[in-house]
């Protein structure tokens, strides 16, 4: 298992920008496909962004040219950055982990969550 903790939640008002970090722990962190995923009240959780251990990006349309996910491998730290963020993007975000430990252990792994919060 990658243990996960995420920081850089908070309240920012519409239009405005935040970061969000999750550190991972383990070894295996650069062979782990990272995304964040986020749940906002009475919604199911989806998927926000994802990134490969080969630096392969995915983005949901909803967040497409607004969010930024990156990873430092060196840091094992995955990062997203959030821009023109609005309303709708007020949610729990996630972060996740999955891999392969060794061929008959795949993971997946979530961090506690962080609030982000946008006001209109």
């Known amino acids: 298992q990658v243990q996960l903790v995420e920081s850089g939640g908070g309240l920012v008002q519409a239009g405005g920008s935040l970061s969000l970090s999750c550190a991972a722990s383990?070894?295996?962190?650069?062979?782990?496909?990272m995304a964040w995923y986020r749940q906002a009240p009475g919604k199911q959780r989806e998927l926000v962004a994802r990134?490969?251990?080969?630096?392969?990006?995915n983005y949901a349309d909803s967040v497409k040219g607004r969010f930024t996910i990156s990873r430092d491998n060196g840091k094992n730290t995955v990062f997203l950055q959030m821009n023109s963020l609005k309303p709708e993007d007020t949610a729990v975000y996630y972060c996740?982990?999955?891999?392969?430990?060794?061929?008959?252990?795949?993971?997946?792994?979530w961090g506690q969550g962080t609030q982000v919060t946008v006001s209109s």
């Open positions: 990134i490969t251990s080969s630096g392969i990006t």
């Open positions: 383990g070894s295996i962190f650069s062979t782990s496909s």
């Open positions: 996740n982990a999955r891999g392969l430990a060794n061929i008959y252990s795949p993971y997946d792994s």
